[in-house]
């Protein structure tokens, strides 16, 4: 394939990929490394690389935003990002080491768990839920622009919540994606947030932890500016059309639809991984 | 009195990293697309293969090498300057984090947002776990 053409349909792949991911909450890296290895056959390492980029740029792209609005907690995002940056440099050294076969496999998984995590009921916490000392002692409890003035609300479990925050970052920097869906497990379920506190605050460290990973990936050699160029561009003006439609359409059905759409991903790249086509 | 100028200071913060995100993504996205134009006039008609992975460059990969290509108009070390600036988005969002808690006299998280700045740095260093 000429450099031209590649580009060209590298770009409208990312800018589908970006927008799906933007409507399913999912983020674009999720979809577009997908995309990439088992539809155009290029090296997952140089798929995370890329994807790691349009990452950064979505995860910016958007939490300039959502962080204007003030729902996002900026000293529970900054601490747990001590956990997801070395996650996420750890994950990046382990992807050196491990085949393309191994990280598709691995892929796949985290596809199959993001669309059971899609699928999972929120149940939003009642009142102001339990004291915690150690949250109490950082400072970690907020509030947040509500209805009727500012809501406040208390954060619990912060050790679990580093935990599956070193996790997510260890998967970001391993498969080149945010790992939103982890992120805000950790921020909702274990610590008991407000889903909207979650998800913006889930966004805003999406950036710094994808940022940490792109470091290593580059002085590797793993980012390509021939392939990052169309797939950044790309990512970036379908999440921003997603956000846009977003806001028109409600899910529901659009949520089980893409839960079935990123199940299949997942196993058609465990298949591949096992079968060492990838 | 005193609550709502913290309030009212974190507020000022959040719109001031609002807007260096929005600039940095946006200074970003141009100096790809003029990458890009120069990379495709020159090379858009080779032939390309992902296939296989060979790893970049040496000069693709530091600092100091993608200034040169780039100050040298080719145009896959101005596409990567351009990831360059992306990649420092988030770590000037960090850098000024720092600040923003010191206004604040937080010296947790002063150390805290330091600490996160210390793992991206070391990172960008070429550092590995």
Known sequence: MTVAGFSVIVFLGSTAAGFLGALSGLGGGVV????????????????????????IATSSGAAAAYVREGYSNLRIGMLLEVATTLGAVGGA????????????????????????????????????????????????????????????????????????????GILSGLLGIG??????????AAMGLPFKVSTTTSNFMIGV?????????????????????PVMLGVLLGSLAGARALSRLTSG??????????????????????GGRI | MRARRTV?????????????????VLLAAVIVCAGAALYLVRHGGERIDYRVFRGERADLRSVRGIFAG??????????????????????ARVVFSVGAFALQRDWLYVGVTLAVLTVLLWSLAGGAL
């Open chain 1, 209 to 229: 932890t994808a940022a940490a990973s792109a470091g290593v990936y580059l002085r590797r050699g793993y980012i390509d500016p021939g392939l990052a160029m």
């Open chain 1, 179 to 188: 790992s939103g869906a982890v992120k805000v497990l950790a921020l909702d």
């Open chain 1, 32 to 55: 577009v490394v997908p995309l990439l290895t088992l539809l155009l056959g290029v090296d997952i390492h140089y798929a995370a690389g890329a994807a790691l980029i349009s990452v």
């Open chain 2, 70 to 91: 780039a100050l040298a108009l080719q145009g896959r070390d101005v596409i990567q300057l351009g990831l360059l600036v992306l990649l420092a988005t988030p770590v």
């Open chain 1, 253 to 274: 059905v659009l949520r089980a639809v893409f839960a079935v759409l990123i199940a299949a991903l997942g196993i058609e790249m465990i298949a591949s991984g096992l």
């Open chain 1, 93 to 168: 050294t382990l992807a050196t080491h491990v085949g393309a076969s191994g990280i598709a496999i691995v892929f796949g998984l985290v596809l199959l768990g993001s669309a059971a995590l899609s699928m999972r009921r929120h149940v939003e916490q009642q009142g102001l839920g339990p004291t915690d000392r150690l949250a109490t002692r950082l400072r970690l409890d907020g509030s947040y622009p509500g209805p009727g003035g500012p809501q406040r609300y208390r954060a619990r479990r912060v050790p679990a919540a580093a935990s599956l925050m070193a996790l997510a």
């Open chain 2, 8 to 24: 009212l200071d974190e507020h000022r913060v959040e719109q001031a990293i609002g807007l260096l995100l929005r600039t940095g």
